[in-house]
C-alpha cells in the first residue's frame, strides 16, 4: 500500500536511492516524498523530481535542460545520442526518427510480428508440454522487440539472436566504470562492424533500400549529411531504447496477468480490454523509471529554483504512481479512467518516437497468448528476478507454465 500524507512511513530522502529501481520498498518511499514537496537531494545530491507535474513541466523544458546520465557537452556530435542534443538540432534529426517509426510505417510491420510472435509461442508452449514450464522473457518477451527493430531497420530475420544479445551487451558496457560517458558506436566493435557494413551497402548501393538506415544517411541537418559514424551512432541507440524497453513491458505485464489470474481470465473474457491493460502495466510498472537531465539556463520546476549546471532527476515511476493524478494509484486496475494518461513514454519533444510500435508490439504479443493459453502461472516459488539495468524495471527471467486449452 501508498503512504498518505497523514500516515507516511519515516522514510527520508536521504534513504531513497532513485538509482535502484528494484528495492520492494520505493514506492512507498515515493510517497512519501510526494507528500512532502515535489523535489528533494538523494544521497548522489542530485534534485529528484517526484510529483507528476513537475517531472512532465522539467521534461516539456528542453530550453532549459539537456538529457543524459552522463557528462553533458563532451562528445562530439556524431558520437551524442538523439536523446542528448540539445534544440533546435535535435528536433531535426527526430524528424527523421518520426517518419521511420511513424503510425504507417510501424503499421506494416504488424503482420511480421504477429508471425514471429505465434512462431515463438509455438516454441514456447512445445517447451511447456515437454518439461512442464518455459522462461518466459528467453523464449518470448525478450525476442519480440529485437525481431521488430530488425525488421524496422531492414536487417536480414537470420540476426535476430545476435541483435538481442548485441543490444544487452551494449547495456552492460555502459553501466560498467565510464561506460556512461563513452561513445556507444565503440562500445561493440562486432555490433558496430556489422552495422558499418550495412551502412556501407546502403552507400554504396544505386537504389537502397527506403529503411531508417537510408533515411539517416541521405537527410540534409542544417545543409549537411549526418556523418557515417553520427548515423552509426543513433542507429546503435534506436536498437537499445526499443529493445530494452519493450521487453521490460512485455515481462511485466505478463508477470502481472500471471499473478492475479482473474486479471488474464478478464482479457480472454473481453478483448477490449487489451489496450487497458498494456497502459496499466506501463504506469504500474513504468519500464523506463529514472530519466536524467542537466540544466542549462536557470528555471523553476513545480515551483523549485533549478541553477545552469545541476543534475537533475525526474522519477517516471513516482509520477505514474502520483494520487494527484490517478486515484488508487497502487493498484493495477482494467478499467482505469483515461487510461493513456501516464508518462511512460516521457513528455515534450524527446517524448518516445517509438510507441506506437511498443504498443503495438504489446498488443499482438498479448493476443497471440490470449487466443491460444488459457491460463498463465507462475512458477512454484516464483521470486521476481530483476532486470539490473538501473534506470529500468522488468525481469530479467520469468518462469512461467503456459495452460493451453482444453488440457
Ligand atoms: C515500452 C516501450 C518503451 C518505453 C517505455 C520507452 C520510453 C521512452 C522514454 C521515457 C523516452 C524519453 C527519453 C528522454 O526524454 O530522455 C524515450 C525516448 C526514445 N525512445 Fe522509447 N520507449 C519504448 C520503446 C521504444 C521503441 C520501440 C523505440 C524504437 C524502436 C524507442 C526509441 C526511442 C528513441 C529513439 C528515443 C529518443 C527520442 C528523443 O530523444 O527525441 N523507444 N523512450
Known amino acids: 500500500m501508498s503512504a498518505s500524507a497523514g500516515n507516511a512511513p519515516a522514510a527520508t530522502p536521504a534513504e531513497v536511492d532513485p538509482f535502484d529501481s528494484n528495492s520492494e520498498a520505493r514506492y512507498d518511499a515515493f510517497a512519501t516524498l510526494r507528500a512532502r514537496g515535489p523535489a528533494h537531494t538523494v544521497p548522489s545530491g542530485q534534485r529528484f523530481f517526484v510529483h507528476r507535474s513537475a517531472v512532465e513541466q522539467g521534461l516539456k523544458s528542453v530550453d532549459h535542460f539537456v538529457g543524459s546520465f552522463?557528462?553533458?557537452?563532451?562528445?562530439?556530435?556524431?558520437?551524442?545520442?538523439?536523446?542528448?542534443?540539445?534544440?533546435?538540432?535535435?528536433?531535426?534529426?527526430?524528424?527523421?526518427?518520426?517518419?521511420?517509426?511513424?503510425?504507417?510505417?510501424?503499421s506494416q510491420v504488424e503482420p511480421f510480428t504477429r508471425r514471429y510472435a505465434e512462431a515463438r509461442l509455438d516454441d514456447a508452449l512445445a517447451?511447456?508440454?515437454?518439461?512442464?514450464?518455459?522462461?518466459?522473457?528467453?523464449?518470448?518477451?525478450?525476442r519480440i522487440p529485437s525481431a521488430v527493430i530488425a525488421e524496422v531497420l531492414g536487417i536480414p530475420n537470420d540476426r535476430i539472436d545476435d541483435f538481442a544479445r548485441?543490444?544487452?551487451?551494449?547495456?552492460?558496457?555502459q553501466s560498467q566504470a565510464d561506460g556512461i560517458n563513452a561513445p556507444i558506436a565503440d562500445l561493440h566493435p562486432e555490433f558496430s562492424s556489422y552495422l558499418e557494413a550495412r551502412i556501407d551497402e546502403r552507400i554504396a548501393a544505386a537504389d537502397p533500400p527506403n529503411d531508417m538506415i537510408t533515411r539517416l544517411l541521405r537527410a540534409e541537418v542544417d545543409g549537411e549529411r549526418l556523418s557515417r559514424r553520427a548515423v552509426l551512432t543513433q542507429t546503435i541507440f534506436l536498437i537499445v531504447a526499443?529493445?530494452?524497453t519493450t521487453r521490460?513491458?512485455?515481462?511485466?505485464l505478463i508477470h502481472r496477468l500471471a499473478e492475479v489470474p482473474e486479471r488474464y481470465a478478464a482479457l480472454r473474457a473481453n478483448r477490449e480490454l487489451v489496450a487497458n491493460a498494456i497502459e496499466e502495466s506501463l504506469r504500474f510498472d513504468s519500464p523506463v523509471q529514472l530519466l536524467a537531465r542537466t540544466c542549462t539556463k536557470k528555471i523553476e520546476v513545480g515551483g523549485v529554483r533549478v541553477n545552469p549546471g545541476e543534475r537533475?532527476?525526474?522519477?517516471?515511476?513516482?509520477?505514474?504512481?502520483?494520487?494527484?493524478?490517478?486515484?488508487?494509484?497502487?493498484t493495477f486496475r482494467l478499467d482505469r479512467p483515461r487510461p493513456r494518461d501516464h508518462v511512460a513514454f516521457g513528455a515534450g519533444p524527446h517524448v518516445c518516437p517509438g510507441a506506437f510500435l511498443a504498443r503495438m508490439e504489446a498488443r499482438v504479443a498479448l493476443e497471440t497468448l490470449l487466443d491460444r493459453v488459457a491460463r498463465i502461472e507462475l512458477a512454484p516459488g516464483h521470486a521476481f528476478d530483476p532486470n539490473p539495468v538501473f534506470w529500468a524495471?522488468?525481469?530479467?527471467t520469468l518462469r512461467v507454465r503456459l495452460i493451453e486449452e482444453g488440457s
Open 70 to 106: 552522463g557528462d553533458v557537452g563532451q562528445s562530439k556530435e556524431e558520437d551524442t545520442l538523439l536523446a542528448a542534443i540539445a534544440e533546435p538540432r535535435h528536433g531535426k534529426i527526430r524528424k527523421l526518427f518520426n517518419s521511420a517509426l511513424a503510425y504507417n510505417h510501424a
Open 166 to 173: 548485441w543490444s544487452d551487451e551494449v547495456l552492460q558496457r
Open 312 to 330: 537533475v532527476l525526474y522519477s517516471i515511476a513516482s509520477a505514474n504512481r502520483d494520487e494527484r493524478c490517478f486515484p488508487d494509484p497502487d
Open 242 to 244: 526499443g529493445n530494452e
Open 127 to 142: 517447451e511447456c508440454r515437454r518439461a512442464g514450464g518455459t522462461e518466459i522473457m528467453e523464449a518470448f518477451a525478450r
Open 248 to 252: 521490460n513491458l512485455l515481462g511485466n
Open 393 to 396: 524495471l522488468g525481469p530479467r
